[in-house]
């Protein structure tokens, strides 16, 4: 039932505001590609999603994009814990 529901997610840019940085986004035939270059949270958990250990991070910048199959996945990625990304990422639109 979650892949039917994120295929209703428009392709295009989506963001985060975290400690005033914005970090981006964006989906690609259902696919959530979080974007080179951004600036990503210190990760001090227990558990960490592969996609978040395997990500290539040099000083806090994702210096390869990472795609995943759920927006959580992009948010675990760019925010370094657990968070609903159904709610997390926002259009341009919705931070303005």
Do not use: H
């Amino acid at each position: 039932m979650v892949k039917a529901n994120k295929m209703l997610i428009p392709d295009g840019a989506y963001y985060i505001f975290d400690k005033k940085i914005k970090k981006s986004t964006r989906i690609d035939n259902g696919k959530f590609i979080v974007i080179k270059g951004n600036q990503c949270l210190e990760c001090n958990k227990d558990w960490i999603p592969g996609s978040r250990k395997n990500a290539k991070i040099e000083n806090s910048v994702l210096v390869e994009g990472v795609m995943g199959d759920f927006p959580s996945t992009a948010g675990w990625v760019a925010l370094g814990n657990a968070n609903n990304g159904w709610l997390t990422w926002k259009t341009e639109e919705k931070i303005n």
